[in-house]
């Protein structure tokens, strides 16, 4: 059973332009939602997270906002750039059990 | 660098045979986890291990097993090898299991049964 849904699975975004990225979680003990970045050839790369005591967390470009009653969450990447292009998890994973669950990931590409 | 060693980085074998991947956690993390990717199946969860304890098990088949050392490195053996187990072999770590401890990836070792 697939606990954290993620869509799209690919995107293609211009220089400048805001990248969204969605996902649905179905366990509602689930209370920590990061997103990774995963470049070819590389593991995956921890970008932010987000607890579900807040609606909303931002670190540069990058933004997660948060629905706790709809359990849905999202990535939002302003100003995308060339180097953003990578393939982007977001995952979940409850208290005292640090195994993340993963969504099924989202081709991102940013054309110049 | 996320400071996860794993070896091999490529590995090509036959149907039916055994490998065994290694991995070194980062300097001071406790926690160690195994995850499948695959182009079909995404990011799967397979194990983790906890100061050589196993603390939780996700959709790892009864063909592959897990274990971590004293000295906190762990081996994933893969045994009775189909082709379909061809993939990308992630080891993670993190600190202590409880808080706000980010897990760390390696870059993998690919898999490649043939």
């Known amino acids: 059973q697939q606990q954290v849904k993620q869509s799209p699975q690919s995107l293609i975004v211009q220089k400048g332009g805001i990248s969204i990225i ?10 920590y939602f990061p997103w990774y ?32 009653s709809a359990k849905q969450f999202s ?28 969504g099924s990931g989202t081709r991102l590409q940013v054309q110049p | 660098d996320s400071g996860v060693t794993q070896t091999p980085k490529h590995l090509i074998t036959a149907t039916g045979q055994r490998v065994t991947l290694r991995c070194s956690p980062r ?10 990717q ?25 063909r592959f097993s897990a274990q971590q050392f004293p000295d906190l490195h762990s081996e994933l053996n893969l ?10 072999y992630f080891c993670a770590s993190s600190a202590s299991s409880g808080g706000r401890n980010t897990i760390y990836f390696g870059e993998g070792s690919w898999l490649t049964v043939v």
């Open chain 2, 27 to 36: 300097s001071g993390d406790l926690s160690v986890y195994w995850y499948q």
């Open chain 1, 37 to 68: 970045q995963q470049f070819p050839g590389k593991g995956p790369a921890l970008l932010i997270a987000i607890r579900p005591d807040v609606s909303e967390k931002k670190e540069g470009r990058f933004t997660i906002s948060f629905n706790k």
């Open chain 1, 75 to 102: 990535l939002h990447i302003m100003d995308s750039q060339p180097g953003d292009s990578a393939t982007y998890f977001c995952a979940a994973s409850k208290t005292g059990r640090r195994a993340l669950t993963f």
């Open chain 1, 22 to 31: 969605n996902c649905a979680y179905e366990n509602t003990a689930f209370d």
């Open chain 2, 38 to 62: 695959s182009l079909d199946q995404g990011l799967q969860f397979l194990i983790q291990y906890y100061n050589g304890e196993e603390r939780a098990k996700g959709n790892i088949l009864e």
């Open chain 2, 79 to 88: 045994s009775s090898l189909e082709l379909g187990d061809s993939a990308l």
